[in-house]
């Protein structure tokens, strides 16, 4: 039952006015620095260029590898998250030994800071003094370039993604499966369908929106990731692995080149709207066949 | 909490199951044990190559974090009680007045129209332009003035029979959300840019409490809000009905019963902000140099300034990491009695 009540206009307005004004001012400020040309370094007067830093931008080869490193980093990260995360949710369910344990070392690595966990991982990656190193030292891999070499570096940045946020998947996919009502496995069992069969049959179809939901939220935060790569490697060797959000600190923070950045940040903005819809639109006839 | 899967499985194959778990707790586990046990190694323990087990392998020392407390590596401590005084200010606001939002979305209806939305971002945006380009203001005061006229216009043409769709509590709730898909440079560059511009009239917002505290805030908002909408949805109404027929005003309903039945979710919302805002490094990055700065940066500098002391980087990386083990091991409780199965839902 809904009330209408003047007070509500208590309740909601704060709530309102800090959001509109931490995300439309910015968006306005940056929309129109977008336009011109503005450099603090060396100072410059702003001069109008209309749409010429997007232009510029989208001939510079240094965006389009950002745009494929992120993008590369955020797809195969999450694809393993998830299928990983499905596979540890459905075995905590099935309330295998051991079972609480596990649950709260599962939940630990999505509340650390990213920063640590990056340094952390520094340590385990090094060549020379890490532990990684001295167990495929045991297989005869020694001293391999985890940081210094381009794939390896972006192999080394997956695993630390996936390492950190698989528990959020795991989490999610958990609430999701205790859900999923009994009676109908019940049914299948008298069907004699097999556990693979029940799986492809029932439990995935009916996970299939909290998955959609999940990967979706997992994808768009993916897209965002600075910290760790910060850390790690600095988007080195060379800009190997340089994601969207360090490539406009680079261009913002270290050259103080505003408009160019601001121009970044958008079309940074309008990928990430152009992925969603995308996906949304893709997931939205398998999402209502189910209803 | 149903075992429906994987119920006809044999034991062997529960054992290997529970086997392949075990593999990835190691995974989990073991660069935590790491961690812990590198900061308490000398610098010989840590350069003659990897050792795991303290007194058997190495000899244990408290030394880092004696460096750490006297300062010898950064204001620790300094930077520690920023993190928490802004950590919690955040945490505590967002969630104050998310809830309070997330309450009046599921019990009271809105009506916005898209007109109304629109005419406020296109007068906004006209509005900040013209003052800039004719008036002379400058662009912090140019988009202040702005805000408030297109506000107020815009609330005014809500009322107005204008044509277009009517949006209601969900597309506002969408609103908040979406707010999260933003990617956080967009606003954290174009921010820097307004508070130092603001910093200019006099107001310093860069490298500030209110600046930092005030984003953070902003940015927790649309998890609040989702958060404890659902909270809220499950609570049962009757009670509020009950007290509505006594002619309660909804404030005291809110405060009086509406907050104590639902402590526990607000509990692990503020818990979760605080999570998030702790840990958070792109703004704190932009917005912080020196009085006001955040642990993760502090971290982060020591990756840089100390090359391969690893029993300085791991106590450094331990301060920012164990206040947030406690929290899980404190919401990993309260996920077992069910209460987070709601929020996720």
């Keep these: 039952m809904m009330r209408n009540d003047p007070i509500k206009h208590v309740f909601i307005w704060p709530a309102v006015l800090v959001v509109l004004a931490i995300s439309i001012f910015p968006l306005i400020y940056s929309l129109t620095t977008s336009f011109l040309s503005y450099r603090l370094i060396p100072p410059m007067p702003p001069r109008v260029v209309w749409l010429g830093n997007y232009i510029q931008l989208l001939q510079e080869p240094r965006f389009w590898n950002a745009i494929l490193t992120t993008t590369l980093i955020a797809v195969t990260a999450v694809g393993l998250q998830y299928v990983i995360g499905f596979a540890v949710a459905l075995a905590l369910n099935a309330r295998i030994p051991g079972e609480r344990l596990f649950r709260v070392a599962f939940l630990l690595p999505m509340l650390l800071a990213p920063v640590a966990v990056a340094l952390v991982a520094r340590m385990m990656f090094n060549p020379t003094m890490g532990p990684l190193n001295q167990l495929l030292g045991h297989f005869g891999l020694v001293n391999l370039p985890f940081l210094t070499n381009g794939r390896w570096a972006l192999a080394c940045i997956i695993a630390v993604e996936v390492w950190q946020w698989t528990p959020f998947v795991i989490l999610m996919l958990l609430a999701g499966l205790q859900t999923l009502p009994e009676d109908i496995y019940e049914a299948a069992e008298l069907e004699n369908a097999s556990n693979w069969q029940q799986f492809w049959g029932i439990t995935f179809p009916m996970m299939l929106p909290i998955s959609a939901a999940v990967v979706f939220i997992r994808l768009i935060e993916s897209y965002k990731i600075m910290d760790t790569v910060f850390v790690m490697t600095g988007g080195g060797p060379g800009v190997d692995t340089e994601t969207l959000t360090l490539f406009a600190y680079q261009e913002g923070f270290k050259k103080f080149n505003l408009g160019y950045t601001s121009a970044l940040s958008f079309l940074f903005l309008i990928a990430i709207t152009i992925i969603g819809v995308t996906y949304l639109a893709l997931l939205r006839p398998h999402l209502e066949k189910r209803r | ?345």
């Design chain 2, 1 to 345: 909490m149903s075992a429906s899967n994987l119920r006809g499985l044999s034991p062997w194959s529960r054992r290997l199951i529970a086997l392949g778990c075990l593999a990835w707790c190691l995974i989990t586990v073991f660069p935590l044990y790491w961690v812990v046990v590198t900061a308490f190694k000398t610098p010989p323990g840590v350069v003659g190559g990897p050792t795991y087990i303290p007194f058997v392998d190495f000899a244990p020392t408290l030394q880092p974090f004696i460096d750490i407390y006297q300062g010898i590596r950064g204001a620790f401590f300094h930077t520690f009680l920023n993190s928490t005084m802004v950590g919690f200010s955040a945490a505590l606001l967002a969630t104050a007045i998310g809830a309070m939002a997330a309450y009046a979305l599921v019990r009271f209806e809105f009506r916005v129209r898209l007109g109304a939305g629109l005419a406020f971002f296109a007068l906004a945006l006209g509005g900040y332009l013209a003052f800039n380009t004719y008036l002379g203001l400058t662009r912090p005061q140019a988009l202040l003035s702005a805000f408030p006229l297109a506000l107020a216009a815009a609330m005014i043409a809500n009322r107005l029979p204008l044509p277009g769709p009517i949006l209601g509590n969900e597309d506002i709730l969408f609103w908040f959300v979406s707010q999260r898909m933003f990617p956080p440079i967009v606003t954290a560059f174009a921010l820097y840019l307004l508070y130092s511009e603001i910093g200019r009239l006099g107001f310093q917002l860069i490298d500030s409490f209110l600046g930092l505290t005030l984003c953070y805030v902003a940015f927790s908002l649309p998890i609040v809000v989702w958060l404890m909408r659902d909270f809220f949805e499950a609570l049962p109404i009757e009670v509020e009905e009950a007290a509505m027929v006594d002619n309660v005003p909804s404030w005291r309903i809110f405060l009086g019963i509406v907050v104590p039945m639902s402590m526990n979710g607000l509990i692990a919302t503020f818990m979760i902000t605080l999570a998030f805002v702790w840990n958070e490094f792109l703004f704190a990055l932009f917005l912080t140099n020196s009085r006001w700065q955040t642990l993760p940066i502090l971290v982060a500098g020591q990756n840089s300034q100390r090359g391969d002391e690893w029993w300085a980087i791991s106590a450094a990386a331990l301060v920012a990491i164990v206040p947030m083990m406690v929290m899980a091991a404190l919401l990993s409780r309260m996920m077992r009695s069910g209460m987070l199965l709601g929020a996720i839902k």
